[in-house]
């Protein structure tokens, strides 16, 4: 979205410094910045779920899912959840 005017968006900072009576003194201050405008893109839903097998071992799964241009998104999105939030994909 670049060919749009840029955005102010600001950046909080902690500034900490000492006076010259040796006091420690503080505050937040918000530092402008610009930058080109975002498009906010909905997450889509997924439903993760906890089962077990008959030894009592527990899995997270997802719905299966068939690979196409349609369900793209939606799969890479999964993959990613799963690595982020358990680091690791098994499949059989």
């Known amino acids: 979205m670049k060919d749009l005017p840029k955005e ?11 006076d010259w009576g040796g006091n420690e003194h503080s505050k937040i201050i918000l530092i402008p910045r610009e930058r080109y405008q975002r498009k906010q893109i909905s997450p889509p839903s997924i439903e993760l779920i906890i089962g077990s097998d008959k030894n009592n071992n527990k899995y ?25 939030k358990i680091g690791k994909l098994y499949h059989n």
Do not use: C, G, Q
């Open 8 to 18: 102010t968006f600001y950046v909080s900072r902690l500034w900490s410094w000492k």
């Open 60 to 84: 997270i799964y997802a719905d299966t899912m068939i690979y196409n241009d349609e369900n793209k998104s939606i799969i890479l999105s999964t993959i990613n959840i799963f690595l982020m």
